[in-house]
């Protein structure tokens, strides 16, 4: 192996987005304010990282994983293809912001200097290996995003979710860390690579005392993921939230609680062990069956078109879960495609409400009628996101489904599947709600005056729709890569 | 093999569609020339299928097979039987008259025309797939289009309608798709292929545990039994089909009521032959419902459309009732029922078009349907008035028309299967004939409401739209043969698997 | 069972009797003499001069923040500096620019914080 501190070039990703936090405060102190030039720079910035993870994802070494500062960090498949998920959501949230109205101009570098830190944050989570480490990297993560979700200062709404945020963010993590310490005083390491082992050996126990410190960090994660029942914040603060930090909330910080939720899961322990903790797997399966519930039927009535994607975040976190609940190989690559797939759909879905708040100031679904006679492209895009965010074919949502279906089936459990279909069917209907009023409603009178949409939001919803549609067709390549990037993870 | 025949008819209303997007919308006459020969084309293969089809083989034909995700078995695989032709017939049939019958639609021609196309895509690949996943693919894909089609193009309540319409089939489907998943778990090796399912439920159907095969069986009758649709489930019927435009009106009633019964032959049946010869009963006592109490709320109707509508739900009840009789053990009518069914999908797919056109001209004409409201027709409109007698005759089992043979075939077969439902049921063709006659009478006899005195007849374009279909009825109800000849194999291999 | 873990609640339990036997004893020995004095927030001695409920003015924090940040700073060079002679013979001048990076980083924040104004005491009206 080679020194540890050597392998740094393996982080190139994680240096290249705080590299580009410095240079935009450095261009902004030499007098660049131009938003324009700014978000030039932050693209420029994370396609730099974006490439880099997509190469090293491929690197052989990286298959074999590549320990880093002495087993504090390590880059294998499952982290690179966690930052590019990263990647690509920050990459859409700076691209919204942009052009978003909510955010003004003159502080608009700051905002993107704490959504860059947010990434380097999830990205540090991702390749965690160590107990300290991980809870850094998710302090880094959180504490940054607090600053997101209040950032419209003057509007009572976002500072209600900034306050919510810190608030049951500061509790979360502070349960999770009890919960590290205790992981920590059981196997007396904090290295993570080391637990399987330790565990495994015979003096360990009892399995039954993992569950305490799992639920622990669980609860602290359940935060962040917004399962039931710690999801009661998550509506207020995506509601609140200015609407590009919202979209990437629900994306990627999401899936930055899923990579550490499966990296302690399935990552940590080896897989017959952690099936072998009793309750786990039943636990995790009522809750999410709950969450997805709980989700689905509270955003049938939400006539504010950002609370009801915050609900169905909600209810697709409880998808995930079910992949989550399975504790297997199978139902661990469902959740990754999942996460791919709803990744591109929200995202595509969040550009349409960017785009049109940015036109109308409106984020009412009732308001918001006759939208496919206006804009043509952009709502037929936003029907092929909300079809895949039901779940129907042929969208990559609908893959995902199947996948995480079909690892729940596998495994037996089928009153979950069944809970999971009818909750797919209860979903259809608030999003075809979103479509009723773009389709079958005329436009309003005062709608008609606003000019068209900007190029740029078109070509950006449909560069987010096109591999929707693309994964929902030809995925095979995708799922290969989860399962690669599965594989790397299970601990030995 | 290597013969193409059932892909280009799959896709290529697909690339009509694109086609179609690529024409500006002020081009109206470009658009309405490209929509109709993209359907032109899966007619021409169509008919081209219906002459080539090997009518002696119980065989899948036109076989196609590429491998899709091979980590899950999944693949790109369709074929035809006895079994599908028929309705790939008519699908392609209709789809082409509803091109041509929805040349009026005012607003947003470029988007009908374009998930019109869609939904003939989903439509065709949902009858041609052999691949279990390929074929929810396709059983999905028909729904977007057919929302929107109702939704956006649709009477009054179409935003109810619609919803209704795509949450129904929805919840089905995800029972469906639960079960596909569960049955593809529960073979070893893993398998989507319906052939290689069939099988099993040929051969050794011992391979299905009872209280799995029940699972199955029934989420899978649900799911077919919301398309039909069945009694319990029929409520999105008559919203949809009165607020559906008229040619989609025509495809949800000709085409897409079809599936559900073609579900039940072609995966039901064969997959899980025990469970169905068990489950006969029940089936027929709903088929029955079906008939009579479809007939009798008909009756009571006072929109014509809806009068169709629910006329459909009695004339489902009859092939329901057919294909229930064909699994009773020693019934040695079990041929005909099953034939008769099938045939009565047919035959009901080309009459119920007939009829929900011809309601879309008066309505074109009249902006109302309520069957009090005209009244002399007759001599107004006596070309038209001709065409409906026609539809009406052949929808209430006339004999001479398409509909007595095979409606003729079910009671036959089912006779001896359930005397007393057959007995019963019998009801509905005289409830059936009761309300076709008494609103033939009310619209079209009787003195010449004045308002409606200038009415014109029909146009070339909608004659162009009725005579293939009345040419049909007719040919088929004197000489059934040809279709008979196509399905019976097929059906009566699938006879085998309950003996 | 575990009695791994008994000492630990002994240890618990331990504790807790021993807090509440020192709050306990004073309650049952001392004299009771009430006196408002007595209730008075201690502060060193002085008389307390209006109510401890003032709101700070917001600049404090800023400022704290920014001392805090390279307080910090110092803690991580301290030990780095004490090595520095033998990282030098073996690595050269790497972990020199990795302090330096490290500096750096703070230094641009630094920087940005006075380019907004956060230094300055009195705010100018050029904050606008």
């Known amino acids: 192996m080679r020194a540890s501190l050597l392998n740094l070039d393996y982080l190139l990703p994680e240096w290249i987005v705080c590299g580009t936090i410095l240079v935009l405060i450095l261009s902004y102190l030499l007098g660049t304010t131009d938003r324009r030039r700014l978000a030039d720079l932050s693209v420029l910035g994370l396609v730099t990282a974006l490439f880099f993870s997509v190469v090293t994802f491929f690197e052989p070494a990286v298959v074999g994983r590549v320990s880093i500062g002495n087993g504090l960090l390590q880059v294998d498949p499952f982290s690179q293809l966690f930052k590019i998920l990263f990647l690509v959501s920050t990459l859409a949230a700076v691209l919204y912001s942009a052009g978003s109205v909510e955010i003004h101009g003159k502080r608009w570098m700051e905002f993107n200097c704490f959504l860059l830190g947010v990434t380097s944050g999830m990205m540090f989570l991702a390749s965690s290996m160590n107990l300290m480490m991980v809870y850094l990297s998710f302090e880094m993560m959180s504490l940054s995003s607090y600053v997101l979700a209040g950032y419209t200062r003057g509007d009572p709404r976002s500072t209600e979710a900034g306050y919510k945020y810190v608030l049951f963010g500061a509790v979360s993590s502070g349960v999770m860390l009890f919960g590290l310490s205790l992981m920590y005083g059981l196997l007396g390491t904090l290295d993570m690579g080391l637990m399987a082992q330790r565990t495994a050996l015979a003096q360990f126990p009892d399995l039954h005392l993992l569950l305490l410190p799992l639920t622990l960090v669980f609860v602290g994660l359940g935060y962040k993921i917004a399962f039931f029942p710690f999801h009661y914040w998550a509506p207020d603060v995506y509601e609140g939230s200015p609407t590009p930090v919202t979209a990437f909330f629900s994306v990627g910080t999401k899936a930055a609680g899923l990579a550490l939720l499966l990296r302690l899961l399935l990552g940590t322990l080896s897989l017959d062990q952690t099936q072998a903790i009793p309750w786990a797997g039943d636990l995790l399966a009522f809750l999410a069956a709950m969450t997805m519930t709980v989700g689905n039927l509270a955003a049938l009535n939400q006539a504010n078109i950002k609370r009801m994607l915050a609900y169905s975040a909600i209810a697709h976190a409880g998808y995930m879960l079910m992949g989550v609940a399975v504790l297997n190989v199978a139902g661990a690559e469902a959740v990754l495609f999942y996460l791919f797939a709803y990744m591109f759909t929200n995202l595509g879905a969040f550009t349409v409400v960017v785009a049109l708040f940015n036109l109308y100031q409106s984020e009412q679904v009732d308001e918001l009628t006759g939208m496919g006679k206006l804009f043509p492209l952009a709502s037929v895009c936003m029907a092929i996101c909300l079809f895949s965010l039901t779940g129907l074919p042929p969208t990559a949502g609908f893959i995902g489904k199947f996948y995480v279906f079909a690892a729940v089936i596998q495994k037996g459990y089928f009153v979950l599947a069944l809970v999971g279909a009818i909750n797919t069917a209860i979903s259809l209907f608030y999003y075809m709600r979103i479509m009723k009023a773009f389709y079958f409603r005329e436009p309003k009178a005062e709608m008609l005056a606003a000019g068209p949409m900007p190029c740029g939001y078109n070509v950006l919803i449909a560069s987010l729709t096109v591999p929707v549609l693309i994964f929902g067709i030809c995925w095979s390549r995708l799922y290969e890569y989860c399962s690669t990037s599965i594989s790397s993870l299970i601990a030995h | ?499 | 069972m575990h009695f791994d873990y008994l000492s630990v609640l002994v240890l618990v339990a331990l504790g807790i009797g021993n807090v509440l036997f020192m709050v306990a004893l004073p309650k049952l020995l001392r004299p009771s003499k009430p006196n408002p004095q007595k209730l008075v927030a201690y502060e060193c001695g002085e008389n307390p001069v209006g109510t401890s409920w003032i709101q700070y003015n917001a600049r404090f924090f800023s400022v704290a923040l920014v001392f805090v940040v390279f307080d910090v700073e110092i803690v991580f060079m301290f030990p780095w500096a004490v090595v520095f002679k033998s990282l030098y013979k073996t690595q050269g001048c790497v972990p020199f620019w990795e302090m330096f990076t490290f500096v750096l980083v703070l230094l641009v924040g630094l920087a940005y914080l006075w380019a907004q104004g956060l230094l300055e005491w009195v705010k100018s009206v050029r904050k606008a």
Not at chain 2, 112 to 119: G, I, K, N, R, V
């Open chain 2, 1 to 499: 093999m290597g013969s193409y025949l059932l892909t280009l008819m799959i896709f290529v209303p697909l690339l009509g569609a694109i086609a179609v997007l690529c024409v500006p919308s002020r081009e109206e006459k470009v658009l309405k020339t490209v929509a109709a020969s993209a359907a032109a084309v899966p007619l021409a293969l169509a008919v081209l299928l219906f002459m080539q089809f090997d009518r002696g083989s119980t065989a899948m034909q036109f076989v196609e097979r590429a491998p899709w995700l091979p980590a899950f078995n999944i693949e790109y695989y369709i074929g035809v039987d006895g079994l599908s032709v028929p309705m790939v017939l008519l699908t392609a049939l209709l789809s082409f008259i509803c091109t041509l019958a929805s040349w009026n639609i005012e607003k947003g021609l470029k988007g009908y025309m374009a998930l019109f196309l869609l939904l003939e895509t989903g439509m065709m690949g949902t009858f041609c797939a052999l691949d279990f996943f390929l074929f929810y693919v396709f059983w999905e894909v028909m729904l977007l289009p057919m929302y929107f089609l109702i939704g956006i193009w649709g009477g009054p309540r179409r935003e109810y309608a619609a919803i209704k319409f795509f949450l129904y089939t929805l919840a089905g489907s995800v029972l469906l798709f639960l079960g596909i998943i569960g049955l593809y778990f529960w073979t070893t090796p893993h398998t989507f292929d319906i052939v290689r399912l069939a099988e099993i439920g040929k051969t050794r159907p011992q391979e299905w545990n009872p209280p799995f095969q029940w699972l199955v069986f029934i989420a899978f009758y649900i799911a077919f039994a919301i398309k039909v649709p069945v009694f319990p489930f029929h409520t999105w019927l008559p919203d949809a089909h009165v607020e559906a435009p008229t040619a989609v009106s025509v495809i949800l009633a000709g085409v897409l009521l079809k599936m559900g019964t073609y579900g039940i032959l072609r995966f039901n049946y064969p997959i899980f032959p025990e469970a169905a010869q068990f489950l006969a009963i029940p089936m027929a006592v709903l088929a029955f419902i079906n008939m009579v109490y479809g007939a009798l709320v008909a009756m009571a109707q006072t929109d014509l459309k809806k009068l169709v509508a629910y006329s459909s739900i009695s004339h489902m009840g009859f092939v329901m009732l057919g294909i229930a009789a064909a699994t009773v053990p020693g019934n040695p009518g079990a041929a005909a029922a099953v034939n008769g069914g099938v045939l009565q999908m047919f035959n009901h797919g080309c009459v119920t078009a007939m009829l929900f056109l011809l309601v879309g001209v008066i309505y074109d004409r009249a902006h109302h349907r309520d069957i009090y409201g005209f009244g002399g027709l007759a001599q107004v409109m006596p070309t038209y008035t001709g065409f409906v007698t026609l539809a009406f005759f052949a929808a209430l089992g006339l004999p001479g028309l398409s509909s007595f043979i095979s409606e003729a075939l079910v009671f036959i077969g089912s006779f001896q299967a359930f005397m007393t439902i057959t007995i019963l049921g019998t009801a509905a063709i005289v409830l059936g004939a009761a309300y076709m006659l008494w609103t033939l009478q009310r619209v079209f006899l009787g003195e010449v409401n004045a308002k409606y005195a200038a009415l014109p007849d029909l146009s070339p374009r909608e004659i162009f739209c009725l005579t293939p279909l009345a040419v049909i009825v007719v040919i088929l109800g004197l000489y059934p043969s040809p279709v008979l000849d196509l399905m019976n194999p097929s059906l009566t291999h699938l006879l085998t698997f309950f003996w």
